[in-house]
């Protein structure tokens, strides 16, 4: 028996196109740079816009900058498959000094305002909020300075050709493609980019206002870092890390404000005077009021005269309205016959505001990859198993993006900096120093801060257990508890005796 393919599989469920349920839902998917790209620059400008504005979608970023970086990755020492153990801690020792050295002096940064964990905190932070992030040296081989350039400066030149969006034209000197600022080769590879020297309000199609940066210069050190996580093959740019979740944060802000606004109008006590009396009569006095014929705005010189007279205006202040009264407390006022007071009194179904939001923000969390109660940095009300459970599972999303910014950023810059570190020291070794260079940066450590410790005993309870075990050394043991390499072990009292 033959079945019909419209009823089978995913066409009689997701993939049906005759399902009651899924009739509206038309979706239309093309390539990474056709779904992304065309939308980019909206995504960017709202996601800042909510960062600025929203306080979940500043949360969402900062606590993954927070939970991936803490104050800054440190670079540390570890063991080597290339070199000699001796020479290896030798060189490494040299690395690390001469690091912490250029960090304080703020060499690294090319205006010379960030240090190096500073500049890490910059680059990640925007990566997360912009989708991606530059940082660009000098074409000079022992120059390990780099300036960071914004997402929104890497474009597609317009003095080029370019299909209908202007995202995709051709390099008429190499006939490589241009795909929303990156230049690729026939492999599809990132070989330069393309930076304007200014921000995007005023594209020209001047060809002095684009600069064209190959991505490594002739000995394969890195010139341009690109700093972004593909999720999609052939995807050349990055998007906002909050970019699934802009509809629901910017919902969840006018609803909270909306909440915010009607509070204020129910704390306050506002009256109106119901009169059947002239008009022109104050209800609260026996002078005149404003009177009701003259224009708001005064545009011919006698009305601007008359609001200046007006018996019921500011002297000081002559073009501020004044035609409302104000009760202070114990006070009270004659009305005029026929005259009455009424109150307002905003009533809204506002007792489902608490959990409607921790619903959002739940649902927020899950998206970025955290718990709602590392989003919300509270553990009101929560047990330590669940507290303990929701750090563990940050820590998980921590890591990875942890382990993808060091392979993407860190590794390429120290690759620069340790080729400047030997060629200053005139160090060599039996590799060429390219090689030597890619070695120590690929084999190089990175400290990552510790995870949230919430019962520092039963931490280091269960971690002496690993450690008797076999499963665990002291120093696996500090880094997770306390974010670095284990310490001296202190001396016992024996020991103090035999000194």
């Known amino acids: 028996m033959q079945l019909s393919p419209f009823t089978t599989g995913y066409a009689a469920a997701g993939g049906s196109m005759f399902s009651q349920v899924m009739a509206g839902f038309l979706a239309n998917s093309g390539t990474a740079t056709e779904d992304i790209s065309p939308s980019r620059r909206v995504l960017i400008s709202r996601a800042r816009a909510l960062d600025i504005s929203c306080p979940m979608a500043t949360a969402a970023v900062d606590r993954m900058v927070h939970g991936v970086l803490g104050d800054g990755l440190s670079y540390s020492i570890g063991n080597s498959d290339f070199f000699e153990a ?88 190499n006939g490589n493609t241009i795909i929303d600022g990156v230049e690729l080769d026939n492999e599809s590879r990132p070989v330069a980019y393309w930076f304007l020297n200014h921000y995007h309000d005023d594209v020209t199609s001047n060809p002095d206002d684009w600069q064209r940066i190959e991505a490594f210069d002739e000995l394969g050190l890195p010139l341009v870092l690109h700093l972004f996580q593909p999720t999609r093959p052939d995807q050349y740019r990055g998007v906002p890390l909050v970019a699934n979740t802009i509809e629901t944060l910017y919902s969840t802000k006018a609803y909270s404000t909306a909440e915010l606004q009607a509070a204020i109008i129910e704390a306050c006590l506002a009256i109106f005077i119901v009169s059947n009396t002239d008009p022109t009569r104050n209800p609260f006095g026996t002078a005149p009021s404003l009177d009701l014929d003259a224009p708001l705005v005064p545009e011919t010189p006698e009305d601007q005269e008359k609001f200046k007279l007006s018996a019921n205006r500011n002297p000081t202040n002559p073009w501020a309205h004044n035609d409302f009264e104000t009760i202070g407390p114990g006070e009270s006022k004659r009305l005029a016959e026929g005259e009455d007071i009424r109150t307002i009194d905003p009533k809204r179904p506002n007792s489902g505001y608490a959990s409607f939001i921790s619903a959002q923000n739940k649902g927020i969390a899950a998206a970025i990859g955290i718990p709602q109660q590392v989003l919300e940095a509270t553990f009101e009300g929560t047990s330590y198993a669940a507290a303990r459970g929701a750090v563990i599972e940050a820590s998980a999303t921590y890591k990875v993006v942890r382990g993808f910014f060091i ?16 060629i200053r020291n005139h160090i060599d070794t039996e590799f060429d120093t390219p090689t030597a260079a890619k070695i120590l940066s690929t084999e190089s450590v990175w400290n990552a801060p510790s995870a ?12 002496k257990l690993a450690i008797e075990m076999g499963l665990a050394d002291a120093d696996e043991a500090a880094l997770a508890v306390y974010g670095h390499p284990a310490k001296s072990a202190p001396l016992k009292e024996t020991e103090h005796e035999n000194i």
């Open 86 to 173: 001796d020479e290896y801690q030798t060189l490494c020792g040299g690395l690390k000094k001469s690091l912490k050295l250029a960090s304080m002096t703020h060499t690294l940064d090319i205006q010379g305002r960030l240090t190096f964990a500073q500049m890490q905190r910059m680059a990640c932070r925007n990566w997360l909020l912009s989708g991606d992030v530059f940082f660009v040296r000098r074409p000079n081989h022992t120059n390990c300075a780099w300036r960071i350039i914004e997402s929104d400066r890497c474009l597609t030149p317009t003095q080029f050709d370019t299909n209908a969006n202007g995202l995709k034209a051709t390099n008429p000197d």
């Open 407 to 422: 392979e993407s950023f860190l590794k390429p810059m120290f690759e620069v900096f340790a080729y400047d570190f030997l």
């Open 452 to 463: 949230l410790c919430l019962d520092p005993r039963a931490e280091l309870e269960s971690w």
